[in-house]
Structure formats: C-alpha cells, structure tokens
C-alpha cells in the first residue's frame, strides 16, 4: 500500500517531521550504513523488525518513526558526479527486499534520495502470508547518501527484513544523431528578453520597467502567453504581471526584436497571468486582453493600441477565488446573438468550486454573461478528480474557439464512458450555453501532468496535443468536434522523446498545424528531484492533416530546463516554469511559441546545473519567443516568401534561401546547402 | 424590489413568457415529488428574472453538465442571462451533494496558499452559503438540505452588486426548494 502524503518542496511532510528526525538521529535503532560503488556493486543487510499494527499515516517514510520504520544509509558512489555519469553511462540501482511472516503482512521499501526524492514502494505491493518480497529499481541513482527504508504498512507482528542491493553500470547506448533538418524542415531563432536596463543602458540591449515597476520581470515569465496584432505585427508576451511588448525589425537579417514593458495599470500582483490576442486570424480586431488572477482584485483590461492605452474589462472584484483562468475568442456560430457589439465572441474560463465554467462576453470582453459549467469535479486529497462519465477534474487548458464558431476547453483527466481517465475537451456548439465532454479514445490520462491544447484548421479541422499516460508527445487529429479521433501520433519519435510538458497547438490552413512541446529523451519520473533529464524546445508541423509531422528541435544546445518539471502546483524548486507555454500564427503563418528559458546563463553549457538543486539560472523562467524564420508556415499561400518579406533568412546569409520542395520552390544559388533547394 | 420600467410591448412578452413557464415548467417542479431531482428551469420565474437583470426573459435552456443539471435563463440581452446549476442529490453513487459540498468547502486538508479557493461566507442563505468572485463571472454557492446550487448572474461590471442580485434570486430559489420538500 501505497503511503500517501502531500508534496511540498519535493519532499513528504508532516508534522511529525522534527519529531521523527531527533528520533532518527539516536542510536536506538542502530542506523546501519553501507556503502554501494561500480567497484563493490553489491551489499546487503537486515533491518530491524517493523510493525505490530495497522499503520494508517502519511509520509511515514519520511518521518521513520522507531518500531515502525527502520532505516539504512546507504551511500552511493559513482565514478564521476552523477549530471557528468549519466552522459555516457547509465546504472540501475536494484533493492531486492524479502521478509517472512506468520500473518498476513504488507512490508514496504522506500529509498529517499540524496535529493530528498522518494522512490517506491517496491513491487509486487500486496499482502501476503510468509514468505514476502518487494523489489525496487531506481534507474541512474544521484550519487550520496540514501537512506534505504523498511516500513510497516501491514504487520500484525514486529517483521524483520534483509536488503539485497546491487549497482549495475553499463554504456549508454549511442543515441541516435539527431536527423538532419529535412530539406524545407521549419526552422527557428530564439529571442530572450533583454534583463532590466541598469545605469547608463538604453534599449534595445536592454528593457525598461513600465513606469512605477522596479523590474520588467523578464525573468518571472512562468507560464507565459503570447498574442500577435495581424494588423501591426507586433507581438507580445505575457511575463508575471507585464505585457512584453516586442517589435521585430525584419528588415536586419537575423530579424532583431525590441522589447518594451507595457505592463496595463490595472495589472497589478498576478498568481495566473493571462494574456490573448483576439487576432486577425479570423477577422478578429487585433484586440489584446491581458487577464491577472491575485490574491486581492482580479482584474482584466484590453488594449486596441498594442498596449499604448489599456481599458478595464468586467470589473475588480474581492476576493479572487478562482484558479487556471483562460481567455479566448472567435467567430460565433450560425445561430450569433443579435445584439453583440463586438465581431467575436469572447470566452473567459476558469475552475470554480466543484465546476469549471466559461462566461462570454458580446461587447469584446468589456462585460460579461453568466459563468456556465462545463462539468462538475471533486477535490480529494487537493487533487481535483472527475466525478463521473462525461466530467472532468478541476485544472483545464486553454479555451479555443473554431471558425465555425465551437468553443474548445482541453483538459487533460476527463471521464469517457467507461469511466476511465482521458484527455478530453469540453465542446460548446451553441456559443457557450451548453457544454459536453469528447475525450481522445487513446490517450491515456497523465497525472500529475500538464494541460493539453486544442486548435482548429481553416475547415475546422480539430487538433488536439497532449502529453500522454506514458509521457509521450501525442496529437490527434477530429474532422467531427471531437466526436471521433484519428489515431494519434507520436510527435517525438525522431527525437526518442520520452517525456513531453506543456503541449500547445496552433493550425492554420485545414491542413496545417503546429504542436510545440518541451521534449527529453531521458525516461523516468520527471517529478522526482533526482529526475536529471535534459529538456528542449520542440516543434512538430504537419501539412497534411496530422498524417504525417516533422519535428525540428527549436532550442538546440540550449536547453529550456535540466531536471525535473513540476506539475503539482503549490512551491517546489522544480516549478519555475509553472503551467504552460503558449503558440501563436502570424498573418504570414510563422509560427512563434512563448516559453520560459529555465536554464540560462551558466546553466546552458554546465550539465551538473539541475532545476531541484539550483543555482538560480537552472531555476529561471526567462521570457522568450521562438520565431520561425525557415520552412514552411502555417498558411500555403505564404509559401515561398519567406513569411512575406521576399528577403530570403539567415541560413542563406541574406539570400532567397526560402526553398520549398513540397512546394517546387528553389532556393538561390548562394545559400546553405539545407537551404538550396 | 427595484423594478424597471418596462415598455408595453415588452411587458406583455414577459406576460405570455411567465404563463408559459408556469404550465410548462414552474408549477409541474413545484408539484413534484420531493424525491424527484428539482428542474433548475423551475426554479426562477421571467418575472423574477427580468426585475433583476432588467431585461426580459426569453427562454429557459436546461442542459446537463456533468452531474450539474443546470439552466440558462436566457434573456433579451445575452448577456444579463442567468446560469443556475444545481447539483442533485446524489451527484455520484456513494456521494451525495452534501458530501460533494463538504469535499469543496471544507477540504480535510487544506489546499497550498496560492491554489486555495478564496470562497467568503455568506449569511442569512440556505443551510451554508459562500460566494465566489471572478473578473467575469461571480457565482454564488447555497447549500440547502440534500442538494446544493450554483447561481452565476451576467453583465454586472461590480461584484457588489452582482452579489446582492444572486442572493435577491437565490432567496426565491430556496423557497421553491422549501416548497418542494414540505409537498
């Protein structure tokens, strides 16, 4: 049985906790400690008997409290620090635990890494009479001490253990080459937030705090969002309580971006910052709302002047009770209200108590009508769960309206008919007076994992990206509001991603779509603090209606984040990043995904820089814009022209360098050899 | 009751629309049995509706959500409509209302400080009553023997007010509830 507890910083707590440690520290229990290395790759011991009751507690691994815990320090030693080790090799720490009882008993093992990370209990974990056993792997163990735990879940009497362990050491097999970009592959350039300008600096090389702002919180862009004015081409991204306004100059090769803060004064403190764009997309009036979730007043304002001016939105209230809120427009369907004053309808969402809900708003979000539910939840263990078939949990993505009009709310732990937990939207069809759950048929829920995202083509084509039960990268593709999937695909294989975070999707025409995620191919737990993978920025496009992708990595050589990401909310070394990204299309079809650069500075080339353990440039959100300037966009009618300047990209040092054989386009005769075509 | 000033021929829609709500929905939910999960589309009259939101009612749209049964009161202008959503008896099998309710309201462990639901207290309503605000959509939250409602009031820029009116309605809603339950 599984001993539950709540997260917290990484580590179980309980009240018990110094209680348990000055009790740990004395000799009454006779701590045993071990040593275990690639040249003695096997020790073994017995633990003291544990038990004599039903233990019914939380984090008791955690606390190992005398008669019902025992503990063994074990230290690990590696031939290099683990960050350096696992670059090339790869170990496998096994823990063969076997006791022997006369009633039935349930013993658990537990091993608390040098991080503080818990791992187990061990498998099978059953009862049973006699003899018991429990194995635990722990796939590239931190070097350090562990401390290796025998804990009483079901032991009638006092029941005594003996430990095998053993150290497995082998080469990690050669990763296969990246492949090489693919002639007309998508291609993009990064563009991080310059830092706050200090004496003396002026912009462009660095950026001013909005007036009455002390930082221009560049550095504070924790699930940031991002919007484009089709109009004007300006671009913004959403950083904490400041919009970011940027500019990019296309007419420099590489294109420069000129960053300013234009924070809206009705933004003040933030827990979920907001911001969307009511592009031209579909003839959207290039509106920009920025939505701020605090603590005090909860306020929304828009802006029709690329954040010059911002105007409040349905009023500041007290308090803020809600959570995860999201705001989104489109087209309204067939059956529009008569009386709106504003070309599209504009959604606001977010987790209420025991529902999720979405109010629409007729005059450009200035008020808004009723919140009405999509589905009922409950909270069980601060972990909000989906009550029945047809219902979701709490936590859902972002709202996303089609051209036809459905409105889409993703969310990634619904209930399909049978009751099992899927990734899912909520299908409005009616403008939002009505809701209902569509779940994928074969995805797998993943929890705790991040929000999925949803897009529609040009025909309303639905794609929907997620990751999946087995940390895949996973999109599906519904030609019928979610009615019914196409299989989905594994957007990650060319990369042998293993894990994905934080899936946004954006299409274009029909046919085309983008689906941005944070992929690493280490495997394992990416919540654990020990979690030592590396993560990139990829982007998978697909010009044929989700038959077939092509996956570019956006950030390579320089990673988004080393180490575990953190999907359990509340405060964890691990949550720099907080919820999500976000994606957007310019008018030209260029795609441009707003993230938060986790490893910056140091961190980039230093592989021993872990988020869980810090410094502080492993643990950044630093606002950042992927920029597509290569291959092709999301609107055919682009293709060939380089996004519409016709002034060729950076590959091709200044040349026509836009080639597009699925298109029959060449590129000149100047550029690189990925670009000639 | 502040009541508006209503135009002829807007008063006699609101007429025709109250009668047709009461032989379609008002007096047959009334009227039934107590053990019955209550119509949410009964609950509420146009009269009621249209002097709070100062704008006719239109229509009354139940739909279901989950295991919300829930009701749009759809008024002329979209955007003053009502949502109302209650939660039935038993909401999930071996979890009634009551129990739903507690889980949300009075969680046995209390959820991280920036994730907690900032629910403040409303008296004076049903058996327990809180009240929810956000930027576009306030709701309120009342409890009342075995199940409990959701009432959501749009086109109110101030949640002061927007909280006065839902109690103004909610206050209607519990007694048809009472009335139900003494049949």
Known sequence: MRLGGKRLGGKRCTGLVVFGALLAGGSAWGQASSTISTGAPSVAWDFQPVGGGTVVNVGIQDVCPPGLCDDHDLQVTLPAPAATYYQTMTAKLTLTYTWTSTLPTDLDLFAISPAGADHGPGSPDDTSTGPGMEVLTVTNPLDGLWHIRSVASLAPLPTGAHLVATLSVAPLPTAPPPPPPAPGAPAFLIYPAPNDCAAGQTPPACIQPAVGSTTASTHSAGEPSIGVDWKTGVSFIEAGNHTLRVTFNDALKPATAFWEDRRSPFSRVSLDPILFTDDGHYGGTNRTFASQLDGACSETSFTDDDATTWLPSQGCGLPAGVDHQTLGGGNYTATAPLHSAYPHAVYYCSQDIATAFCARSDDGGVTFGPGIPLYTFTTINGVDLPLAAGTCGGLHGHVRVAPDGSAYVPNKNCKDANNVSRPGVAVSTDNGLSWTVRTVPDAVALSPGSDPAVSAGLNNTLYFGYANGDGHAKIAVSHDHGLTWAKSKDAGTPFGIQNAEFAEVMAGDDNRAAFAFLGTPTAGDTQSADFLGVWQLYVAFTYDTGRTWTTVNATPGDPVQRGCIWNGGGSNPCRNLLDFNDITVDRFGRVLVGYADGCTGPCVTDPSQNASTGPASAQDALATIARQVGGRGLFQAFDGTQFGTNSGDIEGGGQLCYGDPGEGISGGPNCYPRDNH | ?183
């Open chain 2, 1 to 183: 009751m502040r009541r508006t000033r209503l135009q002829p021929a807007l008063g006699a829609a609101l007429l025709l629309l109250a009668s047709a709500w009461g032989a379609t929905h008002g007096r047959r939910g009334i009227a039934s049995s107590p053990t019955a999960a209550p119509d949410p589309c009964a609950l509420l009259s146009p009269a009621e509706v249209a002097a709070v939101q100062g704008t006719p009612l239109v229509a009354a749209v139940p739909s279901a959500a989950g295991t919300l049964r829930t009701c749009l009161y759809r008024t002329r202008d979209p955007g003053r409509s009502v949502s109302l959503a209650l939660a039935a008896s038993d909401p999930q099998p071996g979890l009634s209302a009551r129990q739903l309710w507690r889980r949300q309201f009075h969680p046995a462990s209390p959820p991280d400080e920036d994730e907690k639901h900032a629910a403040q207290p409303v008296a004076g309503l049903g058996d327990e009553a809180f009240w929810i605000n956000t930027p576009a959509a306030g709701a309120l939250y009342v409890l009342r023997g075995p199940v409990f409602f959701r009432l959501s009031l749009g086109g109110l820029r101030d949640a002061k007010p927007r909280l006065e009116r839902s109690k103004g309605l909610a206050r209607q809603i519990l007694l048809r509830l009472e009335a139900r339950s003494t049949r």
